[in-house]
């Protein structure tokens, strides 16, 4: 019996060093994201209003939950005089609003107003950090409040838009039961932050999804386990268009929005064969995209690689690294206005 307990024990000792051993990995994975800042990367073109005929652009601050100042702009087809509705666009990590300019102007040609603008810890917005995967649908929910107090767009029509993370903002966005909006599309949104950390650690550390789990709720609160499609649940009847790819290996469809949200009434749910994480690319332009970033990535990991091979990466058809798909990008529209018409 003694020699039992001997060896219970040191189970129970090895389980506990493994434990606090797989949390302090989960901390620090978690830290290495949302403890910085994103400034994106300067080499890389980022296109504004001037690269798009006739969008213009009026540029707007207002203040986080926290008083930090997020800053963006209102964009617009030039000559508009009474936008059909307000797209407000949250974006996903790596980069800023203007890293959707060409979805952004898509949107305004087609008669939107639309109040795009850098998340906490972003490009032009202040903030020493990101902060927290939370942190996203807080600004959203900023970036609401402030159109709604805002003389020209207090009296529009609301309708959401958002990629990545920003698809999971626009989600828990609609969750709030004091945010009435008219309707909302995602792109690539996932179901919870701690299921994409995890799932980006790959199959051989799937283990330690329950204590990516445990470290979103200490770090996060009990807000980072509601899920996307709990957060949708709440929002009918507000109609919901979920788009996404099957071949995203950035939010894998078992973990998306659009799959477990499906069944929702007011929730039309699209999972597109041969699609990746930028649903409104066409394919050719994602697959070229992934290529160059995983180019770039490797290239500046080469300890050896000087300063002129990783110039050359940046030689970038950006023409083909944005291009849009006219088809999926139609949907969209074609559903914000029936949204508004309703």
């Not at 666009?89 to 850098?118: P, R, W």
Request: include cysteine; hydrophobic fraction near 40%; charged fraction near 20%.
């Amino acid at each position: 019996m003694k020699t039992f307990f001997i060896i219970l024990a040191v189970i129970i000792g090895l389980l506990i060093l493994i434990g606090g051993a797989t949390a302090v990995i989960a901390y620090f994975a978690y830290n290495a994201v949302f403890g910085k800042r994103c400034d994106g990367d300067e080499r890389l073109k980022i296109f504004t209003h001037e690269d798009f005929e006739g969008l213009k652009a009026a540029p707007v601050k207002f203040e986080n939950d926290k008083g930090d100042t997020l800053r963006g702009a209102i964009y617009a087809k030039a000559g508009l005089q009474n936008p059909e509705a307000l797209v407000i666009f949250s974006h996903g990590m790596g980069g800023g609003h203007k890293n959707y300019m060409t979805e952004i102007n898509t949107f305004a040609q087609n008669g939107f107003a639309v109040l795009a603008y850098d998340n906490t810890g972003t490009c032009a917005s202040d903030g020493d950090k990101l902060g927290s995967f939370c942190q996203g649908p807080s600004d959203l929910i900023s970036a609401i409040k402030f159109a709604r107090s805002h003389k020209s767009l207090g009296n529009m029509k609301i309708l959401l838009a958002g990629h990545s993370w920003g698809g999971y903002s626009v989600c828990q966005a609609l969750g709030n039961k004091d945010i009435k909006v008219d309707g909302a599309v995602t792109f690539g949104a996932p179901d919870s932050g701690y299921q994409v950390i995890g799932a980006a650690m790959g199959e051989k550390l799937s283990f330690l999804m329950p204590v990516f789990k445990l470290a979103f709720r200490i770090l996060e609160g009990k807000r980072a386990m509601v899920h996307s499609s709990q957060a949708l649940a709440k929002a009918e009847p507000t109609p919901v268009l979920l788009l996404h790819g099957k071949e995203d290996h950035i939010v894998p469809p078992a973990v998306s929005a659009a799959e477990n949200a499906k069944d929702l009434p007011h929730v039309r749910s699209v999972i597109f064969d041969s699609r990746y994480h930028n649903v409104y690319q066409t394919i050719d332009s994602e697959i070229y995209m992934n290529e160059t970033f995983a180019k770039i990535n490797a290239t500046k990991k080469n300890k050896n690689a000087s300063e002129e091979e990783i110039n050359a990466c940046y030689n970038i058809d950006y023409e083909l690294i944005t291009r849009e798909d006219p088809a999926m990008m139609n949907t969209v529209v074609m559903f914000m206005k029936k949204c508004i018409e309703r």
